[in-house]
């Protein structure tokens, strides 16, 4: 039987995931729960998770938790740590909720251009991004409701800028005249359609304001199928992303995240002459791994 | 007394209003009405009209309507009228659902790279802004849900681009995680928090997937007064679309609107060195009062 060794829990905003790892940071068991913050009655954090994660933590004793667990409307808020972030630097700034068992990971906030922008949860992914790959310096992409550009340099996160891609994309496709001529397409992506709104993102340099009426136009001229509607906005949206971060063509980048999405990134990447290595969720494991081996010794 | 010569009427999705007319095109009268093309009953458009402006009709005899009243969804489909567009183009397509009586003006469209773009109503106050300032070559901006940038040159409309500023700064402002940090200010602009919203757009160029964020990390680090958070954001948004559009600094543009978002307009505009010249929504009257000059003799 293998030695259970840490509860490891990406506790979001609208959902709530967490793996029990050995003592070598493999993964032994995962669960999920549609426990997100935003579901959590304030000063019940931690009965919730007690609920969870009380077996586990049994059988190993410490738990480290990354994410909006950590924000003013979670469990406990633990200060941003300022760029630029190594993983030595979120160890130190580990947030203890139950001293010496439970510890919440800070998020990463920095300076860009005199505003300041903040991450929760992606810097986790990040440090095990790095892990897996073995870089010490990389642009790494998070897509998601809030997409991440962010810029590691010598292992640190140097800095990084948000997108509302994913939020912006839902709001189009739910509350938006667009909304009238999307059909739902199940989350199947028309590769055709949304190859031609990566495109027009790219080559029609006027922004998304602009750009996202043509999911109207093509519509309503019958240029465009209405199943293949949410593709092409899709398309458009992320188009419209790569088009303002500008990562140089020929060069690479390493997209964390959900399967789903790393592929139309990839997808529209790829258009743009950018090579993108695709690592999925376990990337937060191996980062809340990697911060618990650098603990301060205690 | 004054003799009614034209019910004028601008029917759009969410609203109504309409002006009597005298011989020389001057307002005779007007009024509104909560009656936008979304609240009438399809089959129902003429006993709407009549319930509304019988009155008028029994002095003028004559009307002419503009706006969304002749989409797909409004009293009877007005094919689009290609660019360029002329008084005369539109004058000749004017489309009778009352023969003789009661006519809608077309829309245009035009084609840029490809992509078909649409308008309808705003060329009708394209053709009054023309005839109000004497222009006939000019840019005009007609700010709203679907802001409209248009090209005319030799008086007719030439080219047009749709920016979705008003709409998106809705959904942003309403249904994001913005919504969570912004108070409502009631429509009062706070200009300085505008004009920091306006140059943020210009001066980062990364476009508004992450513009849109700053409105969210400024009021996390209480950089950004929540009171003011709505009057940022709208610079954000409208900056941004004068950063897309990007009129020449030292051209002078033509603002067609109402008078709060022609104020925002002429505003964002100055920042970037450009002149606008305010127009009102007599700009309507004025078209359609050109429009009815204009029709072929019967």
Same mark, same amino acid.
């Not at 549609?34 to 919730?48: E, H």
């Given at each position: 039987?293998?030695?259970?060794?840490? !509860?490891?829990?990406?506790?979001?905003?609208?959902?709530?995931?967490?793996?029990?790892?050995?003592?070598?940071?493999?993964?032994?068991?995962?669960?999920?729960?549609?426990?997100?913050?935003?579901?959590?009655?304030?000063?019940?954090?931690?009965?919730?998770?007690?609920?969870?994660?009380?077996?586990?933590?049994?059988? $190993?004793?410490?738990?480290?938790?990354?994410?909006?667990?950590?924000?003013?409307?979670?469990?406990?808020?633990?200060?941003?740590?300022?760029?630029?972030?190594?993983?030595?630097? /979120?160890?130190?700034?580990?947030?203890?909720?139950?001293?010496?068992? !439970?510890?919440?990971?800070?998020?990463?906030?920095?300076?860009?251009?005199?505003?300041?922008?903040?991450?929760?949860?992606?810097?986790?992914?990040? +440090?095990?991004?790095?892990? +897996?790959?073995?870089?010490?310096?990389?642009?790494?992409?998070?897509?998601?409701?809030?997409?991440?550009?962010?810029?590691?340099?010598?292992?640190?996160?140097?800095?990084?800028?948000?997108?509302?891609?994913?939020? +912006?994309?839902?709001?189009?496709?739910?509350?938006? +005249?667009?909304?009238?001529?999307?059909?739902?397409?199940?989350?199947?992506?028309?590769?055709?359609?949304?190859?031609?709104?990566?495109?027009?993102?790219?080559?029609?340099?006027?922004?998304?304001?602009?750009?996202?009426?043509?999911?109207?136009?093509?519509?309503?001229?019958?240029?465009?199928?209405?199943? $293949?509607?949410?593709?092409?906005?899709?398309?458009?949206?992320?188009?419209?992303?790569?088009?303002?971060?500008?990562?140089?063509?020929?060069?690479?980048?390493?997209?964390?995240?959900?399967?789903?999405?790393?592929?139309?990134?990839?997808?529209?990447?790829?258009?743009?002459?950018?090579?993108?290595?695709?690592?999925?969720?376990?990337?937060?494991?191996?980062? /809340?791994?990697?911060?618990?081996?650098?603990?301060?010794?205690?």
């Amino acid at each position: 039987m293998t030695a259970a060794a840490l !509860v490891a829990v990406d506790w979001g905003t609208s959902s709530l995931r967490g793996a029990l790892l050995d003592a070598r940071g493999q993964v032994i068991a995962e669960r999920a729960a549609p426990r997100g913050i935003l579901t959590v009655v304030p000063g019940t954090f931690p009965a919730v998770f007690a609920e969870l994660f009380g077996d586990w933590m049994g059988q $190993a004793g410490h738990a480290l938790i990354c994410g909006m667990a950590g924000s003013r409307q979670g469990w406990a808020e633990a200060p941003y740590c300022p760029a630029p972030a190594a993983l030595a630097d /979120l160890a130190a700034r580990l947030h203890w909720v139950l001293p010496g068992r !439970v510890g919440i990971v800070p998020g990463v906030t920095c300076d860009m251009h005199g505003v300041p922008d903040v991450m929760r949860g992606e810097e986790t992914q990040v +440090i095990g991004s790095l892990r +897996i790959t073995g870089l010490q310096d990389a642009t790494l992409v998070l897509p998601g409701t809030h997409s991440k550009w962010v810029q590691v340099r010598g292992g640190a996160i140097a800095g990084f800028r948000t997108f509302m891609t994913g939020e +912006i994309f839902a709001l189009l496709a739910q509350h938006s +005249i667009l909304a009238r001529t999307l059909q739902d397409d199940g989350g199947v992506l028309d590769e055709e359609a949304f190859r031609v709104g990566v495109r027009h993102a790219r080559d029609h340099a006027a922004g998304l304001l602009h750009g996202a009426f043509s999911a109207r136009t093509l519509s309503l001229f019958d240029r465009l199928p209405a199943a $293949a509607g949410r593709s092409y906005l899709s398309g458009l949206v992320i188009g419209e992303e790569l088009r303002a971060a500008a990562p140089p063509a020929g060069s690479d980048v390493v997209l964390t995240g959900g399967e789903a999405l790393t592929q139309r990134y990839a997808i529209a990447l790829e258009a743009a002459g950018v090579r993108g290595t695709r690592i999925g969720s376990e990337a937060a494991w191996a980062g /809340l791994w990697a911060i618990a081996q650098a603990l301060p010794a205690r």
